[in-house]
């Protein structure tokens, strides 16, 4: 695989930033996609959710008050702005200049998880997004005290349940293990302890509050200091533990480049990222410019959104909405905004079972064949002849009637002989080549090819779909 295809699909979700990489070099692309504008506006599909408390009471009357039916229609309208917030976001993925900044908000997303399906808030989970975006390249330890104090994470883990006199330790719980330090480097006395600090803490009009009737004012011991902590003196005590850095270090390596990171590494980029105070720009500098000149092509197996988002791009295909691409995330248990559970997605090989193998075949068949399709054809692409389209979570280009039809779609290649065009194919899509696949793509792109004829374009994709369909292009 060429070297900027990879790092263009690592920094991002396609090769679309291949050619930018190219004639910048990665440390000018990574200047500039630092320096992508944090916009704070609030989205169209969130302007009829409600978003402050007085807001939030009258709702939970109306659900109080409401018969069975009006019930349904107010969960409803809220879960159409949750799969309006997933397709906004998607774009946001695939249509960026620079998406190296969503890649680290869904990073930090699967990091500091708090769900749509348990908070129940449209925009407290897209204030939660929003904190994630402002502060993707800041400071780490700024962003842990940021996004703690979100009511999203406040709600998520039962801290509104966490009072003095009756302790809930979720919230103290995950702040050490998920969101910092990691097991093995505190005691339960300091998730006793950080509980009692954290006790009061609930939700507030823009961010958690604490409420004096609630919080513990007693001295604690937290990590071998004595005192009356709350949550930001709390999250300072912890960032001077031994080893706050590795944990998180570990999480981006395996992130953008390797799913089983060595030891050595992690212990290397974690000892820089604690000398420059926890900054996240020059650790990820460090570690992409670093890593750029070495041979890592395969080392990572692409997630649900790498591997779809690549594909459409890949195919040129235009779409309304990016539902369908939720739909498929969901799908492979990377659901945006409900992940399974409080550690987040795996990743890994959790990415390629059988049969999220057998799901991302099913997409590629479809995506490739030019099918406007419903859930039921991506499960199964033996039903797109008879399936019909569900509006709601399937929108693609020239949709109108409710039947399964034709869309365009065309592979972007450069003229030259049959060699030369399967390189340029390979050298984007696939990690290696073996020579039997080599032979495999001369006997679909054969020596005597002609690039002028009428039925060039259908035989360059009969070889992408052959290309698509390798256990290679899983990886990145």
Sequence with gaps: MNRNSLWSLRLGFSNKQAQSIESLGIQKFLEQSYSIPFENKIPEFLKSSPKSLLEMKEIRQKYKDANPEAKKELRKEENASNMDMKSWWIDKMLNDDFPLKEKMVCFWHNHYVATFQKVKVNYWIFQHNQILREHAFGN???????????????????????????????????????????????????????????????????????????????????????????????????????????????????????????????TYYGDYFRSVNFEIKPLLTKIFTEEFEKNTAGSKIKNPLEFSLQLISELNIEMKNKNFVAFFAK??????????????????????????????????????????????????????????????????????????????????????????????????????????SQKDFETILKYDFDENAKNADQAILRLFNNMIKLPEFQLI
């Design 140 to 266: 780490f330890k700024e962003l842990t005290k940021q996004i703690v104090q979100s009511n999203a994470v406040v709600r998520y883990l039962d801290n509104t349940d966490n009072k003095k006199g009756k302790i809930n330790e979720n919230l103290s719980r995950e702040l050490l293990e998920l969101f910092t330090i990691g097991i093995g480097n505190y005691t339960e006395e300091d998730i006793q302890n950080g509980a009692k600090g954290l006790a009061g803490l609930g939700i507030g009009e823009e961010k958690a509050m604490y409420r004096k009737r609630d919080e513990d004012n007693d001295p604690i011991v937290y990590f071998g200091k004595k005192g009356v902590f709350k949550i930001e003196e709390m999250i300072d005590i912890i960032f001077e533990q031994k080893n706050i850095p590795y944990f998180v270090t570990r999480k981006i390596l395996k992130w953008f480049i390797y799913d089983e990171p060595s030891e050595k590494l992690v």
């Design 331 to 436: 799908q492979q248990n990377m659901d945006l905004f409900n992940q399974p559970n409080v550690k987040g997605w795996d990743g890994g090989k959790s990415w390629l079972t059988s049969q999220m193998y057998l799901q991302r075949n099913n997409l590629s068949y479809i995506l490739s064949n030019g099918k406007i399709f419903n859930q039921k054809a991506l499960r199964d692409p033996s039903k797109m002849k008879d399936s019909t389209m569900n509006d709601s979570t399937m929108d693609t280009p020239n949709m109108g009637n409710s039947k399964t039809k034709e869309s365009v779609v065309h592979i972007d290649w450069a003229k030259g002989n049959n060699k030369q065009i399967i390189a340029q194919l390979s050298n984007r899509l696939l990690f290696q080549v073996d020579e039997d």
